[in-house]
Each structure stands twice: as C-alpha cells, then as structure tokens.
C-alpha cells in the first residue's frame, strides 16, 4: 500500500513563495495520476493542480500562473510550486495518487497547512 507524505507548508507574507512536496513510500508507476487538492475551513476541499502520467497538467483557474505542480518518478514525488500566494490560498493541502490512471484519487497524504498573511 503506498503511503503519501506531504512537507513544505508554512507561513508566509502576501506575495511570497512555497514549494511542497509529496513523497510516496512507494513505486508511482509511470501511468499514475498525482493531484493537489486544498481545504479551507468551512469549505468543500477542492482540486488545485493535476497532473497525468504523461505529465499533461491542469490547475485551477485562480491559481493558474502562480502555482506549477511537478513530479520526478525516479524520487517517487511530486511538488507544488506556489508563488504570488495570495491570502485566499490559505488551506490544508493535501496530494493524492490514481495509482492506476483510472480517474479515482484512492491514496491521500495526511496534509500540510498553508497559511499566507495580508
């Protein structure tokens, strides 16, 4: 069962720059698909960034020219370059894993706290 940590979040200023990251404990094949997700409080989690086994990727309209999610197989992770961070990007980020390229996100990290001052 691969088991997915993230790290990388943290505090910061309007404006500024966070990388996370997303390590699996085991093998992502190269056909996986690998997403962040994010969750404010009192809000629904919501798809950030996705990207296919092929590395195609997606984002999510207001973060799209600000964040760059990436992955590197040989290392068995992923990341999520976040830059001009607004106070609206405040959230727990969580990635996930569609071992298979089915289109199911069925492995979850336990998440890591982003929080972005004004």
């Known amino acids: 069962q691969v088991q997915l940590v993230e790290s990388g979040g943290g505090l910061v200023q309007a404006g500024g720059s966070l990388r996370l990251s997303c390590a699996a404990s085991?093998?992502?094949?190269?056909?996986?698909?690998m997403a962040w997700y994010r969750q404010a409080p009192g809000k629904q989690r919501e798809l950030v960034a996705a990207?296919?086994?092929?590395?195609?990727?997606a984002y999510k309209a207001s973060v799209k020219g600000r964040f760059t999610i990436s992955r590197d197989n040989a290392k068995n992770t992923m990341y999520l370059q976040m830059n001009s961070l607004k106070p609206e990007d405040t959230a727990v980020y969580y990635c996930a894993l569609d071992k298979y390229g089915r289109g199911l996100y069925d492995t979850w990290g336990q998440g890591t706290q982003v929080t972005v001052s004004s």
């Open positions: 990207i296919t086994g092929g590395r195609s990727t």
């Open positions: 085991g093998s992502i094949f190269s056909i996986s698909a």
